[in-house]
């Protein structure tokens, strides 16, 4: 029986982590967002490993929020696990652990970006609580439609609704 388990994104493997991302996204992403994760704190940036394989992985930052100074948020930059693996639910277990993290730090909410056009991560997002609070016009640059929505999960230490 496989067995799932999770590992840091460390200076040693993120060149792992931009393979993945090659081969997962339309979007490159420059050297600048492979530095931001190695200075992400510990737990908000992980590879996904099958039996001991890197076959996905999970990328948020941390960012206080401009009308509560002393409020945390975490974004979801990336999350991505390639297409072979993408049946063993590897991608939910991601989004737990870091919703079971961002709860343990007293993180005030989740958010993240989804193109317009994705129904299949909007529907997962959803299963996890998160919410459509805006849509973006034109924010990707080279991909079609260029809309996004803003997706959102406020969390609770007393309470985490998610499967």
């Not at 939910?92 to 961002?102: D, E, F, G, M, T």
Request: proline residues 5%; hydrophobic residues 40%; aromatic residues 14%.
């Amino acid at each position: 029986m496989a067995t799932l388990s999770f590992g840091p994104i460390t200076d040693k493997n993120v060149e792992m982590l931009r393979k993945i991302n090659l081969q997962i996204f339309p979007a490159r992403y420059n050297d600048t967002f492979y530095g931001d994760v190695l200075f992400t704190p510990r737990g908000y940036t992980k590879f996904a490993y099958w039996d001991g394989y890197i076959v996905g992985a999970i990328c948020c930052r941390l960012e206080s929020q401009d009308e509560r100074p002393h409020a945390q948020r975490a974004y979801i930059m990336t999350l991505g696990v390639l297409a072979p693996y993408r049946q063993f639910q590897i991608g939910s277990a991601l989004v737990r652990s870091i919703i079971k993290h961002a709860v343990a730090d007293n993180i005030d909410d989740i958010y993240l970006h989804v193109q317009t056009s994705n129904d299949v991560a909007l529907c997962f997002y959803r299963s996890f609580g998160f919410e459509i609070t805006e849509i973006i016009r034109d924010y990707y640059k080279h991909i079609d439609p260029p809309d996004c929505y803003v997706l959102v999960k406020k969390l609770s230490t007393k309470a985490t609704n998610f499967p």
